[in-house]
């Protein structure tokens, strides 16, 4: 699992973030998590996955690229609205993918 420079992170989570990771990476249930991913499918843009299908034990955690997680699934909706903003705000696209992926390449 590969997580995203710019993480987005719910405020009530901040606090929280490594400990949440930690969880994550260590396949622990934490009730309510919800991740913004990029898709493996290159044609869509984001997709919002509960945090509990990564306990299942053939679940490809390998290549998932977390852009952002929330604490519950309207935040995570929340969320994907803001990245749409801001990319389109930045490129007057809407082409997430590409300006996720071009972030994280500068950082």
Do not use: C
């Not at 710019?6 to 490594?18: C, I, M, P, Q, V």
């Not at 509960?50 to 852009?67: G, I, M, R, T």
């Not at 990245?83 to 972030?103: A, C």
Request: cysteine-free.
């Amino acid at each position: 699992m590969e997580y995203y420079r710019y993480l987005y992170l719910s405020e009530r989570l901040e606090k929280k973030k490594d400990r949440i990771m930690d969880r994550l990476e260590r396949n622990r249930f934490q009730p309510g998590i919800h991740l913004i991913l990029l898709p493996a499918n290159e044609k869509n843009q984001l997709e919002i996955l509960n945090a509990a299908w990564l306990l299942q034990p053939d679940y490809p955690k390998e290549s998932l690229f977390v852009v952002g997680i929330a604490d519950s699934f309207e935040n995570a909706l929340e969320y994907v609205e803001k990245i749409s903003q801001e990319v389109y705000d930045s490129t007057k696209g809407l082409d997430i993918r590409n300006y996720i992926l071009m972030k994280e390449r500068e950082g």
